[in-house]
């Protein structure tokens, strides 16, 4: 397989820019030798998009934001389009993450619109897709119903290009990740479904990494099954040596390290 493994931060709504500039200070230098290897996305609030693009000019770690709005022209008052992402130095856009849908309504159709306006505006998109917290035993129903709708309008080669995270909504912010048997079945799912609806080759190409409560201690066995190419952190995505370890970690299960 070889597909190159991903990970990815999303910081949500922490760090000041001054953390930012701090994390990315300690981060470089860690992750220096594996940033070839392994396709590592940094999603900042919008705040310091800016000032960590700079910081992170001349290394291969991307950057991210976190959401995007849809709407066409200017008249948004408070809202940031997928043109001033990639602007501000983006290449990657998290869309569909669980606390966008629980906190501000956000359906697969809104997701799709973001999709689209991503690609639009040469951002890639990296979808979150997972079963809500009512619906353990009802993964694939979830994440095939979440995948159909989300991706809706896409071409082939746009998936192909795109980045998924498997992320049960049970398992952001809690004290443990999902089971690994669990994430396998979870990762195992997309794959299949993106091979019968785009291609197979479409499904070799794509990163379908696991997120949700994710530590150092615990990637080792998330990461053993083929179908998950990396992993990504909330909360140990803002501490620069804990993080650097996941990517270690990845690197480690990939026999890249
Ligand atoms: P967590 O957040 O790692 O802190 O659980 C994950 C996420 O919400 O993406």
């Known amino acids: 397989m070889s597909r190159k493994p991903f990970a990815v931060a999303n910081w949500k709504m922490a760090m000041t820019v001054a953390d930012s500039l701090a994390f990315a200070r300690d981060f470089r230098p860690a992750v220096s030798k594996l940033t ?17 693009a700079a910081a992170l000019k001349s290394s291969p770690i991307w950057l991210g934001a976190q959401n995007l709005y849809a709407g066409e022209g200017v008249n948004y008052t408070g809202e940031v ?10 290449e990657w856009v998290l869309l569909g993450h669980w606390e966008r849908r629980r906190h501000f309504g956000e359906t697969d159709d809104t997701v799709n619109r ?14 979150l897709i997972g079963e ?9 129903e979830s994440v095939e119903q979440q995948l159909s709708q989300v991706l809706h309008g896409c071409q082939v080669d746009e998936v192909a290009d795109m980045a998924f995270v498997y992320e049960p909504e049970w398992t952001i912010g809690a004290e443990e990740p999902a089971p690994p048997e669990h994430v396998a079945e979870g990762a195992e799912l997309m794959r299949a479904w993106v091979s019968e609806q785009f291609s197979d080759g479409a499904a070799e190409a794509v990163r ?3 997120g949700g409560s994710v530590t150092p ?5 998330l990461l053993v099954h083929g179908n998950v190419d990396g992993l990504g952190a909330g909360r140990k995505g803002r501490q620069a040596d804990p993080f650097a370890n996941i990517i270690r970690l990845i690197a480690m299960s990939k026999n890249l390290a």
Do not use: M, Q
């Open 36 to 52: 070839t290897r392994i396709d590592i996305v940094i999603c900042p609030p919008y705040t310091a998009l800016w000032p960590l």
């Open 81 to 90: 389009s997928a043109e001033l992402l990639a602007d501000a130095g983006c």
């Open 114 to 127: 973001k999709v689209r306006a991503a690609l639009d505006a040469g951002l890639r998109p990296i979808l």
């Open 132 to 140: 809500g917290a009512d619906a353990r035993d009802r993964v694939r």
């Open 208 to 210: 379908i990494i696991y």
């Open 217 to 221: 201690e615990h990637a080792p066995a």
